[in-house]
């Protein structure tokens, strides 16, 4: 098993949007293993499997039918295994309540979802390419939304 890789996962309700998604990580030069799951209740499933490898970063909805992005957040920040993901909210909104919910539950980044691909790549590959431990340690609501 190539170990080289950033195992990134992506959960997300919209099919299109997931495969933008894949799509702008396939053209980008950065080595990722991406995985894609349509709802939260999907995604706490495997999580929470003990025989996965987790991800390096989880890019999450806010808007997901049966367990919200809002709730995995939570339920991904109370548990110590997860300690090491660095969260990037990914959604179409960028209201105010929105942006400080998450800032304050324990997301390392906002990202208003890009309208087109190029954007999208470019914003995938600061994401990817981020020095995690810097953007993680001492939480600066500053550097929270992301702005292109």
């Given at each position: 098993?190539?170990?080289n890789y950033i ?105 208003k979802k890009p ?23 001492g939480l600066n ?8």
């Amino acid at each position: 098993m190539n170990d080289n890789y950033i195992k990134v996962i992506l959960a997300d309700d919209d099919e299109d949007d997931r495969l933008f998604f894949t799509d702008a990580f396939e053209e980008l030069k950065i080595t990722t293993k991406v995985s894609t799951f349509n709802d939260g209740v999907y995604l706490m499933d495997h999580l929470n499997s003990a025989d996965i490898t987790l991800p390096e970063i989880l890019f999450l909805d806010l808007n997901m039918p049966r367990k919200s992005g809002m709730d995995c957040l939570k339920e991904i920040r109370a548990n110590d295994r997860f300690k090491d993901i660095a969260i990037a909210i990914y959604s179409t909104s960028s209201s105010e309540e929105d942006v400080e919910n998450t800032f304050v539950l324990g997301a390392n980044i906002y990202i208003k979802k890009p309208n087109d691909f190029k954007k999208l790549k470019k914003v995938l590959s600061e994401i990817v390419t981020i020095n995690w431990q810097y953007h993680t340690n001492g939480l600066n609501k500053d550097n929270f939304l992301l702005r292109l």
